[in-house]
């Protein structure tokens, strides 16, 4: 059974930082990509960053490039999103989610992952 618990998420004033991390289980995490995403009130949720199964490549939104770095440690079975200079429009939920599928093409596609964890709230205030 496939677990991803995500963790780190909190209140933070702009300009603040946080570090969130996403534990997986119950798969072999070191041949996964992996993805994470956020989802505000009333929108879709949206791509934010992944990182290939080596940690080599990584990906950003343009939203967060700068500001925010992927980091994975395939021996923790962990994936980290380390978040600086945060702004009240970063608050949403944000999952991880694991993809089987190394396409880097579709990284930005939430169909693309098979697995999910339950989200953790970040909230920054102005």
């Known amino acids: 059974q496939v677990q991803l618990v995500e963790s780190g998420g909190g209140l933070v004033q702009a300009g603040g930082s946080l570090r969130l991390s996403c534990a997986a289980s119950?798969?072999?995490?070191?041949?996964?990509?992996m993805g994470w995403f956020r989802q505000a009130p009333g929108q879709e949720r949206e791509f934010v960053s992944a990182?290939?199964?080596?940690?080599?490549?990584?990906y950003y939104a343009n939203s967060v490039k700068g500001r925010l770095a992927v980091s994975r440690d395939n021996a923790k079975n962990t994936v980290y999103l380390q978040m600086n200079s945060l702004k009240p429009e970063d608050t949403a939920v944000y999952y991880c989610?694991?993809?089987?599928?190394?396409?880097?093409?579709?990284?930005?596609?939430?169909?693309?992952?098979?697995?999910w964890g339950q989200g953790t709230q970040v909230t920054v205030s102005s």
């Open positions: 119950g798969l072999t995490f070191s041949t996964y990509t």
């Open positions: 989610a694991a993809a089987r599928s190394a396409n880097s093409g579709r990284y930005y596609y939430t169909d693309h992952y098979d697995y």
């Open positions: 990182i290939n199964w080596s940690g080599y490549s990584t």
